[in-house]
């Protein structure tokens, strides 16, 4: 069965610290695709990155950063140098590779940077 | 400018009264999604149409239906609305399926439906 946890419900961090946000996907499949989505406040949910399993090269993209370990099924998210708009609930999601097209999501970390 | 269009942002709607929500896109996907969000919880898939072709999902109440009269639009039809259908529901497209070519789902900015 394919799943996705997200163990931090909620994280709160004083800006300009660092922080990272853990994925941790179960799949059977041997070709499978991560994302990253962030919900802010007002209710839209922003694509952030998107990671297919041949590829477990590392991603930095400004003050974002994300890290995927096949070996450990992890797809863990690093803000660096956090700022208060930053501040969102994160959804993690596995896409299947079966005739069934849902995205598995996880259920989220809220995380709330504090000035 | 937004691609994946959701009008209204707000809708009120009273217990049983049919309420449509709307869904428009610039992108010229062939995927559009409707997802119920509650608070606190992740998107749930309702259904998508792949052009015309409607998927249901399994779990989907039958209060719930679709109609997508072109490439651009796709709307929500609530038949009966009860409280429990309090909720944000989204809009997404894609070019092709998740799970094709690894394509994103780009979301609208939500319609938050209460139920008085």
């Known amino acids: 069965a394919q799943k996705v946890t997200q163990a931090q419900t909620e994280i709160s961090v004083v800006e300009k610290e660092d922080v990272t946000l853990d994925c941790v996907y179960e799949?059977?499949?041997?070709?499978?695709?991560l994302f990253w989505y962030k919900q802010p406040p007002s209710g839209e949910l922003v694509f952030l990155i998107r990671?297919?399993?041949?590829d477990e090269q590392n991603e930095i993209s400004g003050r974002y950063s994300w890290n995927f370990q096949k070996s450990t099924s992890s797809f863990n998210f690093t803000i660096t140098a956090s700022q208060v708009v930053d501040s969102a609930v994160y959804f993690c999601a596995l896409s299947r590779m079966d005739s069934n097209y849902q995205l598995i999501w996880g259920a989220g970390t809220k995380l709330i940077i504090k000035p | 400018d937004a691609m994946v269009i959701q009008n209204p942002r707000y809708q009120v709607t009273q217990f049983g009264k049919p309420v449509t929500l709307s869904c428009s896109q610039t992108l010229n996907h062939n995927v559009m999604y409707w997802y119920q969000q509650k608070s606190s919880q992740a998107p749930k898939l309702l259904f998508h149409?792949?052009?015309?072709?409607?998927?249901n999902e399994a779990d989907t109440p039958d209060n719930f239906q679709s109609r997508r009269p072109n490439t651009s639009f796709c709307f929500l039809d609530i038949r009966s609305p009860g409280l429990g259908d309090a909720a944000m529901y989204l809009c997404?497209?894609?070019?092709?399926?998740?799970?094709?070519?690894?394509?994103?789902?780009?979301f609208g900015d939500g319609t938050r439906l209460s139920i008085l």
């Open positions: 799949t059977r499949d041997t070709t499978y695709y």
């Open positions: 149409y792949y052009d015309k072709d409607f998927n």
């Open positions: 990671r297919n399993s041949f």
């Open positions: 997404a497209t894609s070019r092709e399926r998740a799970g094709h070519s690894n394509q994103p789902q780009h």
